[in-house]
């Protein structure tokens, strides 16, 4: 009978022991999901923040000019690259 009684209270056990494990895993799969959100997030602001970091360094080698007219001069001359590769297109 002891050796019953002994059965009976390992099973019970590992029951519970089975239960707190459903139950950890169910937390680590919540923590996974919430770290995937999160990272979803941060690669969305990286490149975010890439794109505005472009921006900015067009406009800083735009702006790179020491006075307007040169700005104007440059931006003439990129206009006029442009129509000429247009122009080439078009051929």
Known sequence: MQALDDLSQNIRVLLQRYDELLKEN??????????????????????????????????????AAETNEEALKRINALISQVDRAIAALKK
């Not at 169910?26 to 921006?55: P, V, W």
């Open 26 to 63: 169910a937390q680590l799969r919540l923590d996974i999901e919430n770290q995937r959100q999160e990272l979803i997030r941060t690669h969305s602001e990286l490149a975010e923040l890439q794109q505005k970091n472009r921006r900015i360094a067009t406009a800083n080698a735009l702006s």
